[in-house]
Structures are given as C-alpha cells and as structure tokens.
C-alpha cells in the first residue's frame, strides 16, 4: 500500500515568490493536515481538509492556503514569501470521519523541505 | 492553550543503556500518541494510548498514559543505534471541534552511540 507522497521533496526560492506544495495521502484516505516543521517551534498545525473542506486552520498568516480535490489529494500555497517560511513542510492522512475522531492514526509523508534565500 | 512539553530536550547515551522520555502538560488530553521521526524523513506513529493508567509495550519501548491523562512516558530498554532519531509525543486539540488536529510535543532527539 502506497504511503503519503510529497512533491517536491525540496524547494528553494526566494522573498515575495509564492509556492505550491503538493500531497497525495493513502489511498481512501480523506482527511489531509498541513504541519510547519522548524527548530525553533517544532511542529505546528496549518489546516485540515476533509472532503474538500477546510475543517480547522491553525495560527498562520493568510498568505498560507491549501485546497483539497475531490481524490483527496492536497495542495498548500505560501504567497509572497519571507524567510522565516523555510522549514519542512508534512503533509499527514488519516481515514477521517465526520465526527472527526482524533485518536486516528496520522501517517506522514517525508516533506517538502522549503528554503528561502 | 494545550501545550505539551518533553525532556530532556537531547539525549546521547551508549548502546546498551536504558532511558526514559517524558511528555508533560497542565492540559488533560483524551489520548496521546508518540512518533518517531529519523533524518530525512516524516514522523511514524509508534503507540497511541487512551486510557488514563495505561500501559503499552512495543519490543524493548514501554509508553505509559498517567492517570490523570496529562502526562506520559516512553522508556526504553536496552537501546539500540537504529533507536536514534527525534521522538515525539503529540495529543488531539479539543477546541476544534470535528478536527484531527494535532498538538506536538517539543521533541526529544536521542543518539545512540555504538
């Protein structure tokens, strides 16, 4: 069984240019999260999808957005750049439901490693 | 605000040597799950505990759930290099209502020497 794929793998770009981060979760899976990975603050949620809904969105700047389509597969964007966006960007899947039961297992992909000079 | 904090922050023992890893909040969480993420690559989910007192063992690493549900432990036996990486515990946020939201731990990265 296909794990969570995650493209590109790394990305270097530079400030006020946007990027789009691609993720295609586990086969049947529906709920897709965004987490932001840096030394400094660790992992932080950025939103949740689940049947092409935003469900929750944690404490991000606008500039960052995401989108599901309707074969689950996710995409995250970050407008006009700054260069405390680089860090590695995890997308993770889970069955979900619409009750929305956390003790699900996540299963992470191995990131988009996002560096901005 | 949920927040969970683990210790120590980095942890280099020899091959061969025990160690535990804790996860502590002031929040009580209705589950907490651990991974372990190695360079490179994304997080993997290695136990989810639920209830309040529990115990789980997988191979040489025992997790415990405190009984109030605030606090847990990863203890691990005899470890090995392969053991290396950067563990986390992470509990679901309960103030987004239907969500699979996530609160991460700070991490702890442990090395292995051989």
């Known amino acids: 069984k296909a794990g969570v794929t995650q493209t590109p793998r790394y990305l270097i770009k530079t400030r006020g240019q946007q990027v789009t981060l691609s993720c295609s979760p586990i086969?049947?899976?529906?709920?897709v999260s965004w987490y932001q990975q840096t030394p400094g603050q660790g992992l932080q949620f950025l939103f949740e999808?689940?049947?092409?809904?935003?469900?929750n969105k944690g404490n991000f700047p606008g500039r960052f957005s995401g989108r599901q389509f309707s074969n689950s597969r996710s995409e995250m964007n970050v407008s006009t750049l700054e260069l405390g966006d680089s860090a590695l960007y995890l997308c993770?899947?889970?069955?979900?439901?619409?009750?929305?039961?956390?003790?699900?297992?996540?299963?992470f992909g191995d990131g988009t490693r996002l560096s901005i000079l | 605000t949920q927040l969970l904090e683990q210790s120590p922050q980095f942890l280099s023992i020899q091959e061969g040597e025990n160690l535990t890893v804790y996860c502590n909040s002031s929040?009580?969480?209705?589950?907490l799950q651990w991974y372990r993420q190695e360079p490179g690559e994304g997080p993997v989910l290695l136990v989810t505990?639920?209830?309040?007192?529990e115990v789980k063992k997988l191979k040489r690493l025992t997790f415990q759930f405190g009984d109030a549900r605030k606090d847990s432990s990863l203890h691990i036996t005899a470890a090995q290099t392969g053991d290396t990486g950067l563990y986390l515990c992470?509990?679901?946020?309960?103030?987004?209502?239907?969500?699979?939201?996530?609160?991460f731990g700070t991490g702890t990265l442990l090395a292995v020497q051989p």
């Open positions: 993770a899947s889970s069955l979900g439901t619409l009750g929305g039961a956390s003790n699900q297992p996540q299963h």
């Open positions: 086969s049947g899976h529906r709920s």
């Open positions: 999808y689940f049947s092409e809904t935003q469900r």
């Open positions: 929040s009580v969480f209705s589950s």
């Open positions: 505990v639920v209830t309040g007192g």
């Open positions: 992470a509990g679901p946020n309960v103030h987004g209502g239907a969500t699979n939201k996530l609160i």
